[in-house]
């Protein structure tokens, strides 16, 4: 073994055990040969025997230095994805960049990354997690995910490309390459929806957790759910078209398992007589309310409902159950520091949420029913009982279509249901990790990569036993803590106001200075004036605008507006990242970039202010509603 195969692997071992396993018990020389070219060591070239193609078809040297001039136009990127590493060489010499700060490389073929981790020294990339490496097998969606959202890097999103390293790899592996790409895509369509792009839906959202924070209090705190599962399997009833096939098979093991239901599927349930012993809701918005107010307060009665603290008053006036507020796992939520009452929502739908219930309450087996994510065959796109009808969501151009249960052929499904899709995807394949099967007992919509595929009725036989199940003992804090609480909840409220009004000033007084500068600019450009700009001038707004940034992307401020800013801010920021990376090599180059950066901020800083002083507005409003607090801090 060489010096420098060990250290990598060392290295390796620390980030990636599985793929140091492989590399170190491979056998060597199988399919490829190592040629020297000229009389310079490092000049080496690898050739596959079996398809008689080198993986460089001059010099390795010659065209590593070719590359190297081709990729001047990448030198600002902080993350380059490959696909090939070749002889590893060209992929140490980036390196000699600190822009890069991450390299990800997938190489396809083992043998080629050992012949590479024996020719350089890549150890500390690895120890600090600047070159990851992976094999195609090893990429998986929630991996994908990881990588795309990681905070470093999320802003440059947009600069993504996947460069193939040679032709070799185009050649040999073209249909692999378009399967990787396809998949980043996806992952970065992912990240940028879980931003979203809506700050008047988050200022609801606010607004609503504000206001329910009383509420939330003086009920049942979530953190002493953690694993309290009262039967060893877990339902999750969802309202998909297929539902009301499975619902005759639920009623009779009702009693021997946990049923978790999603907020529309409880009016459905009743009639049916099947009584679920949770049920989740998630939507902000109050048509919600009618899931409840379709159900009768006796049918009601005992169920634990676990609602989002910031849905709707009249959501969680027709919830008659044992009342859960559970705070979505949000910046906002986090700032006011009442973990006992729990994070629970990551996901975007009801059924995403069941999901993650079901993790924290510690179910090792979970089924899924009515989990179409899809239309049905006939072009409905709900159960049967819906209160809002079978056919509520009616087909659109924009529709897409994804794998059907089962793997053959496809269905239609929309962007919203993909979107859940994606979470369930990400959440299972976390899960598998910790020894928990989620099996799809659906048998219609769409494919759910990562779950078993099996037939409710034969999943009830391998599964199901006629076990009772216990009951969940739950209590509440005491009056003391509670009232403790809502003083901290006040005060907390108070500071927030307080901390967005100073922010607001000076955001303001610095878009006045570059609006007028902006102004001056495109004056001077209708004039033909250009050689007049005060380029001093815009170098100090340039640093006062970093200096802004300083505070935005400091802790305090990201808890407090994170979620109002962030849907407006990072699509910006994702547009702004391409001028980060342009070309600056020549003294023009410089000044129009510059300039680009300044114009560009004009509107950034407005959007900024007007979306700080929105959530200003809102916080002030949701104080005024709630005299309790007023009343204990007088």
Same mark, same amino acid.
Request: glycine share 4%; charged share 30%.
């Given at each position: 073994?060489?010096?420098?195969?060990?250290?990598?692997?060392?290295?390796?071992?620390?980030?990636?055990?599985?793929?140091?396993?492989?590399?170190?018990?491979?056998?060597?020389?199988?399919?490829?040969?190592?040629?020297?070219?000229?009389?310079?060591?490092?000049?080496?070239?690898?050739?596959?025997?079996?398809?008689?193609?080198?993986?460089?078809?001059?010099?390795?040297?010659?065209?590593?230095?070719?590359?190297?001039?081709?990729?001047?136009?990448?030198?600002?990127?902080?993350?380059?994805?490959?696909?090939?590493?070749?002889?590893?060489?060209?992929?140490?010499?980036?390196?000699?960049?600190?822009?890069?700060?991450?390299?990800?490389?997938?190489?396809?073929?083992?043998?080629?990354?050992?012949?590479?981790?024996?020719?350089?020294?890549?150890?500390?990339?690895?120890?600090?997690?600047?070159?990851?490496?992976?094999?195609?097998?090893?990429?998986?969606?929630?991996?994908?995910?990881?990588?795309?959202?990681?905070?470093?890097?999320?802003?440059?999103?947009?600069?993504?490309?996947?460069?193939?390293?040679?032709?070799?790899?185009?050649?040999?592996?073209?249909?692999?390459?378009?399967?990787?790409?396809?998949?980043?895509?996806?992952?970065?369509?992912?990240?940028?929806?879980?931003?979203?792009?809506?700050?008047?839906?988050?200022?609801?959202?606010?607004?609503?957790?504000?206001?329910?924070?009383?509420?939330?209090?003086?009920?049942?705190?979530?953190?002493?759910?953690?694993?309290?599962?009262?039967?060893?399997?877990?339902?999750?009833?969802?309202?998909?078209?297929?539902?009301?096939?499975?619902?005759?098979?639920?009623?009779?093991?009702?009693?021997?398992?946990?049923?978790?239901?999603?907020?529309?599927?409880?009016?459905?349930?009743?009639?049916?007589?099947?009584?679920?012993?949770?049920?989740?809701?998630?939507?902000?918005?109050?048509?919600?309310?009618?899931?409840?107010?379709?159900?009768?307060?006796?049918?009601?009665?005992?169920?634990?409902?676990?609602?989002?603290?910031?849905?709707?008053?009249?959501?969680?006036?027709?919830?008659?159950?044992?009342?859960?507020?559970?705070?979505?796992?949000?910046?906002?939520?986090?700032?006011?520091?009442?973990?006992?009452?729990?994070?629970?929502?990551?996901?975007?739908?009801?059924?995403?949420?069941?999901?993650?219930?079901?993790?924290?309450?510690?179910?090792?087996?979970?089924?899924?029913?009515?989990?179409?994510?899809?239309?049905?065959?006939? +072009? %409905?796109?709900?159960?049967?009982?819906?209160? @809002?009808? $079978?056919?509520? /969501? &009616?087909? =659109?151009?924009?529709? !897409?279509?994804?794998?059907?249960?089962?793997?053959?052929?496809?269905?239609?499904?929309?962007?919203?249901?993909?979107?859940?899709?994606?979470?369930?995807?990400?959440?299972?394949?976390?899960?598998?990790?910790?020894?928990?099967?989620?099996?799809?007992?659906?048998?219609?919509?769409?494919?759910?990569? +990562? %779950?078993?595929?099996?037939?409710?009725?034969? @999943?009830? $036989?391998?599964? /199901? &036993?006629? =076990?009772?199940?216990? !009951?969940?003992?739950?209590?509440?804090?005491?009056?003391?803590?509670?009232?403790?609480?809502?003083?901290?909840?006040?005060?907390?409220?108070?500071?927030?106001?307080?901390?967005?009004?100073?922010?607001?000033?000076?955001?303001?007084?610095?878009?006045?200075?570059?609006?007028?500068?902006?102004?001056?600019?495109?004056?001077?450009?209708?004039?033909?004036?250009?050689? $007049?700009?005060?380029?001093?001038?815009?170098?100090?707004?340039?640093?006062?605008?970093?200096?802004?940034?300083?505070?935005?992307?400091?802790?305090?401020?990201?808890?407090?507006?994170?979620?109002?800013?962030?849907?407006?801010?990072?699509?910006?920021?994702?547009?702004?990242?391409?001028?980060?990376?342009?070309?600056?090599?020549?003294?023009?180059?410089?000044?129009?970039?510059?300039?680009?950066?300044?114009?560009?901020?004009?509107?950034?800083?407005?959007?900024?202010?007007?979306?700080?002083?929105?959530?200003?507005?809102?916080?002030?409003?949701?104080?005024?509603?709630?005299?309790?607090?007023?009343?204990?801090?007088?």
């Amino acid at each position: 073994m060489s010096k420098i195969f060990e250290k990598n692997i060392k290295a390796l071992l620390q980030i990636n055990p599985t793929l140091a396993s492989r590399l170190f018990s491979i056998k060597t020389n199988n399919k490829f040969e190592i040629i020297q070219q000229g009389e310079d060591p490092i000049n080496l070239n690898i050739i596959d025997k079996e398809k008689k193609y080198p993986i460089y078809k001059t010099k390795p040297l010659k065209e590593i230095e070719e590359k190297r001039k081709i990729f001047k136009r990448y030198e600002r990127y902080p993350a380059l994805y490959f696909y090939g590493i070749g002889n590893g060489i060209f992929i140490k010499l980036l390196f000699a960049n600190a822009t890069h700060k991450r390299i990800i490389v997938i190489e396809p073929n083992l043998e080629i990354l050992y012949i590479a981790l024996n020719i350089v020294d890549f150890s500390e990339e690895i120890k600090e997690k600047k070159l990851i490496i992976f094999l195609p097998e090893e990429l998986t969606y929630a991996k994908s995910l990881d990588i795309f959202a990681h905070k470093d890097f999320l802003l440059f999103n947009k600069t993504y490309e996947l460069h193939i390293y040679c032709d070799y790899y185009e050649k040999f592996y073209s249909e692999n390459i378009i399967k990787i790409n396809k998949l980043f895509i996806r992952a970065i369509k992912q990240v940028v929806n879980n931003v979203g792009n809506d700050t008047i839906d988050n200022l609801i959202g606010l607004e609503h957790h504000i206001k329910n924070i009383p509420e939330m209090l003086n009920n049942y705190h979530f953190s002493q759910l953690a694993n309290k599962k009262n039967s060893d399997i877990a339902i999750i009833v969802s309202t998909g078209p297929s539902l009301k096939k499975q619902l005759p098979l639920l009623k009779k093991i009702q009693n021997y398992v946990t049923i978790i239901s999603v907020d529309a599927s409880l009016p459905i349930l009743e009639k049916w007589e099947i009584k679920p012993d949770f049920v989740t809701s998630l939507e902000r918005v109050e048509l919600t309310g009618k899931f409840f107010k379709n159900t009768s307060k006796e049918f009601q009665k005992d169920i634990i409902m676990i609602h989002a603290s910031l849905q709707h008053k009249n959501v969680l006036n027709n919830s008659h159950g044992k009342k859960f507020l559970v705070m979505r796992p949000f910046k906002y939520t986090k700032y006011y520091a009442m973990h006992k009452y729990g994070y629970l929502g990551i996901g975007m739908s009801a059924a995403n949420m069941a999901y993650e219930l079901a993790y924290i309450l510690g179910f090792k087996t979970i089924a899924l029913i009515g989990q179409d994510l899809a239309y049905s065959e006939d +072009g %409905t796109s709900h159960s049967e009982g819906h209160v @809002f009808g $079978k056919d509520e /969501v &009616k087909f =659109k151009e924009s529709d !897409e279509y994804v794998t059907k249960y089962g793997g053959e052929g496809t269905i239609r499904t929309t962007r919203i249901w993909n979107m859940f899709k994606n979470f369930f995807e990400r959440d299972i394949e976390y899960a598998k990790k910790e020894n928990i099967k989620t099996f799809n007992c659906t048998e219609g919509g769409a494919k759910i990569e +990562g %779950t078993i595929e099996i037939p409710f009725k034969d @999943f009830i $036989k391998e599964n /199901v &036993k006629q =076990k009772q199940k216990k !009951e969940i003992k739950l209590r509440k804090l005491s009056q003391k803590t509670i009232n403790k609480n809502l003083q901290k909840g006040y005060k907390k409220t108070i500071s927030m106001l307080n901390y967005g009004e100073k922010i607001q000033k000076k955001i303001e007084k610095l878009f006045l200075k570059v609006a007028k500068e902006c102004e001056n600019l495109e004056k001077l450009k209708e004039k033909n004036r250009l050689d $007049k700009i005060d380029y001093n001038k815009l170098y100090t707004l340039s640093n006062q605008i970093d200096k802004l940034k300083e505070i935005i992307e400091s802790k305090r401020f990201s808890t407090i507006f994170g979620e109002t800013i962030e849907s407006y801010l990072v699509n910006k920021e994702l547009d702004l990242a391409k001028i980060v990376v342009s070309p600056a090599n020549t003294e023009i180059e410089k000044k129009a970039k510059l300039i680009n950066w300044i114009m560009n901020h004009k509107e950034w800083l407005f959007m900024l202010a007007g979306s700080i002083n929105a959530q200003n507005i809102v916080v002030k409003r949701a104080i005024k509603s709630i005299d309790f607090f007023n009343t204990n801090n007088k």
